[in-house]
T-cell receptor, first 117, second 111 residues
């Protein structure tokens, strides 16, 4: 149980284009999903918290107009990197908390490798 | 601000050589300490949650323990397939719901 998927697993795009990454909870409902980015040999850095039906909460220093997050249902959150540039190249990982659970575990997706040329 | 420090940064073991990884934390009102395993190019895989000092949890060759200031991940008789990066994270009173991660310990187990 508690499986999270991401699509695509990797994407290469040209500078200036937008890229959408999907995060789905496959066998549970998630009121809250999280988006992280991870640079090589570094740990995970939280970008934003996504709550179903409401606006995402962004961490300090993360541009909300550049990283658009939509959490339209209890099983799907999307991250759109707008006007991507080479410095946006990174490993993007989503996680989800089980709706109604009294525990605080987050279950992670497999990640999406974004390369901007 | 919550802080998590993991040590060592890297650990190389021979197969069967037991050892421990350390996670020191500072958090206001701990609401959970989590251990994850991450393989290269993949997302973290959930291992354990610990909530209060004295708590212990086991899974196969892994055992996690918790005190008021740190957590240990003990690996007994490791195998090469245990090679991975092990991440520790906390959530607490001022940041409840969000995870603050340590930098991880890269474990390599040689046959």
């Amino acid at each position: 149980g508690a499986v999270v998927s991401q699509h695509p697993s990797w994407v290469i795009c040209k500078s200036g284009t937008s890229v959408k990454i999907e995060c789905r909870s496959l066998d549970f409902q998630a009121t809250t999903m999280f988006w992280y980015r991870q640079f090589p040999k570094q740990s995970l850095m939280l970008m934003a918290t996504s709550n179903e039906g409401s606006k995402a909460t962004y961490e300090q220093g993360v541009e909300k107009d550049k990283f658009l997050i939509n959490h339209a249902s209890l099983t799907l959150s999307t991250l759109t990197v707008t006007s991507a540039h080479p410095e946006d190249s990174s490993f993007y990982i989503c996680s989800a908390r089980v709706r109604g659970s009294s525990y605080n575990e987050q279950f992670f997706g497999p990640g999406t490798r974004l390369t901007v040329l | 601000e919550d802080q998590v420090t993991q040590s060592p940064e890297a650990l190389r073991l021979q197969e069967g050589e037991s050892s421990s990884l350390n996670c020191s934390y500072t958090v206001s009102g701990l609401r959970g300490l989590f251990w994850y395993r991450q393989d290269p190019g993949k997302g973290p895989e959930f291992l354990f949650t610990l909530y209060s000092a004295g708590e212990e949890k086991e899974k196969e060759r892994l055992k996690a323990t918790l005190t008021k200031k740190e957590s240990f991940l003990h690996i007994t008789a490791p195998k090469p397939e245990d090679s991975a990066t092990y991440l520790c994270a906390v959530t607490g009173g001022t940041s409840y719901g969000k995870l603050t991660f340590g930098q991880g310990t890269i474990l390599t187990v040689h046959p």
